[in-house]
């Protein structure tokens, strides 16, 4: 019998359940603006926002997207300690 060949991605199902989570907030009126980065399975980076957005929400989303990179960068970090071990 030959060998079975993988052909496209396979999904990220946390990355599903985030999205569906946020969606499901939308629908339901809790969430009016959202600001996001994305890798695609090809490697490419994207970036964007959407919703509505007023003078003190642009500074709260800014300071949120700050507080997400050095989320990150803490955890990378973290993962990276840990795998060196």
């Not at 019998?1 to 396979?10: E, F, R, Y």
């Not at 003190?56 to 990378?76: M, Y």
Request: glycine share 10%; with cysteine.
């Amino acid at each position: 019998m030959g060998q079975l060949k993988v052909i496209g991605k396979k999904p990220n199902q946390q990355a599903i359940a985030m999205l569906e989570t946020l969606l499901a907030q939308a629908k339901r009126g809790e969430l009016h603006g959202i600001a996001y980065a994305s890798i695609k399975s090809e490697g490419y980076v994207s970036t964007g926002w959407s919703g509505e957005f007023n003078s003190s929400d642009v500074f709260r989303c800014l300071g949120a997207i700050e507080s997400l990179k050095a989320r990150f960068i803490h955890e990378r970090e973290l993962a990276t300690t840990w795998s060196q071990r």
